[in-house]
T-cell receptor, first 114, second 114 residues
Framework: EAQVTQNPRYLITVTGKKLTVTCSQN?????MSWYRQDPGLGLRQIYY???????DKGDVPEGYKVSRKEKRNFPLILESPSPNQTSLYFC?????????????FGPGTRLTVL | AQSVTQPDIHITVSEGASLELRCNYS??????LFWYVQSPGQGLQLLLK??????LVQGIKGFEAEFKRSQSSFNLRKPSVHWSDAAEYFC????????????FGKGTTLSVSS
């Protein structure tokens, strides 16, 4: 089944404890992206990748890191999480190297930072 | 700067009634416009998109949207709403011609009453 998977789905952590949220897609997509969703703010892009080893900042990159060493994986790293990073995170991918093609979204990761 | 406005935060429609969700955009060039739907506890799914051509676009699940350049609008419509349409709806615009990102509106929550 074609899908985007994220792990974990739920995470409660404490300020400053490094964490990684994994994202994997099995559709051989070139474009991948991370978004955060907050009430009243909609979705805001954190980072995106147009292909392996090609990543760039979105609108809200502060406090996050990403890497794209393999086509299928695009992990989101929070080196020192803070409470303002409590949010619902979505990973997405599309077949071409662009966000303009249909993006397929993962189920989301709900992160709470205490 | 590009932006997307969804004026209605929450709309309630009776089952079987028609639906129109509003979206206004601000974009200097020809816009790439999208509607995504997020069912409770799920990731986003593309309903339809507009790049060029016919200004009335058909999507999945019986939805359609009309691009009106003079009004900078891309409203989503459905002639008869079903209870399963209850969800959050996001309008989005392509961030740039290179297509590296989308800007999402803040969303409209649709409730369906019986």
């Amino acid at each position: 089944e074609a899908q985007v998977t994220q792990n974990p789905r739920y995470l409660i952590t404490v300020t400053g404890k490094k964490l990684t949220v994994t994202c994997s897609q099995n559709m051989n997509h070139e474009y991948m992206s991370w978004y955060r969703q907050d009430p009243g703010l909609g979705l805001r892009q954190i980072y995106y990748s147009m292909n392996v080893e090609v990543t760039d900042k979105g609108d809200v990159p502060e406090g996050y890191k990403v890497s794209r060493k393999e086509k299928r994986n695009f992990p989101l790293i929070l080196e020192s999480p803070s409470p303002n990073q409590t949010s619902l995170y979505f990973c997405a991918s599309s077949s071409s190297g662009r966000a303009l093609d249909t993006q397929y979204f993962g189920p989301g990761t709900r992160l709470t930072v205490l | 700067a590009q932006s997307v406005t969804q004026p209605d935060i929450h709309i309630t429609v009776s089952e079987g009634a028609s639906l129109e969700l509003r979206c206004n955009y601000s974009y200097g060039a020809t816009p790439y416009l999208f509607w995504y739907v997020q069912s409770p506890g799920q990731g986003l799914q593309l309903l339809l998109k507009y790049f060029s051509g016919d200004t009335l676009v058909q999507g999945i699940k019986g939805f359609e949207a009309e691009f009106k350049r003079s009004q900078s609008s891309f409203n989503l419509r459905k002639p008869s709403v079903h209870w399963s349409d209850a969800a959050e709806y996001f309008c989005a615009v392509g961030h740039n011609q290179a297509g590296t990102a989308l800007i999402f509106g803040k969303g409209t929550t649709l409730s369906v009453s019986s």
